[in-house]
Nanobody, 124 residues
Framework: QLHLVESGGGLVQPGGSLRLSCAAP????????IGWFRQAPGKEREGIGCISKGGSNTYYTTSMEGRFTISRDNAKMTAYLQMNDLKPEDTAAYYCAAVDMNTCPLEARWYDYWGQGTQVTVSS
C-alpha cells in the first residue's frame, strides 16, 4: 500500500513556474511508474504525463507537451512535475499516481495508488 503525498502547489502569477513533488514518506517509489493528472472544478480529470520506474521513459498527453516536464530522483524516492509558463487555465488540483508496471500508462484507470492532490492556482 502506497500513501502518496503531493507538495509544491500554491498561487502563482501567469507566466510563472512551479515544481510539484510526489513522494510516499518512508516508502520507496522506485518500483512504480508515476503518472501526473489534474482536475479543474467542473471538469473531468485529465492526464498530464508519466514516467517509468527507472526514469528512462516519459510520455505526455499531447496538449501538455512543452510546458510540463516530469522527472524523478530515485535516490530521493521522489517524482516531480515541473510546470513553466503557467496560464490561468492550468488552475486545478494536481495529483500523482503510482502503478507497479514496467510501462508508463497515460490513462488513469491503470493506476492503483493516488495522492490527495495539491492545488495550483494561476492568477494575477
Amino acid at each position: 500500500q502506497l500513501h502518496l503525498v503531493e507538495s509544491g502547489g500554491g498561487l502563482v502569477q501567469p507566466g510563472g513556474s512551479l515544481r510539484l513533488s510526489c513522494a510516499a514518506p518512508g516508502v520507496t517509489l522506485n518500483w512504480h511508474s508515476i503518472g501526473w493528472f489534474r482536475q479543474a472544478p467542473g471538469k473531468e480529470r485529465e492526464g498530464i504525463g508519466c514516467i517509468s520506474k527507472g526514469g528512462s521513459n516519459t510520455y505526455y498527453t499531447t496538449s501538455m507537451e512543452g510546458r510540463f516536464t516530469i522527472s524523478r530522483d530515485n535516490a530521493k524516492m521522489t517524482a516531480y512535475l515541473q510546470m513553466n509558463d503557467l496560464k490561468p487555465e492550468d488552475t486545478a488540483a494536481y495529483y500523482c499516481a503510482a502503478v507497479d508496471m514496467n510501462t508508463c500508462p497515460l490513462e488513469a484507470r491503470w493506476y492503483d495508488y493516488w495522492g490527495q492532490g495539491t492545488q495550483v492556482t494561476v492568477s494575477s
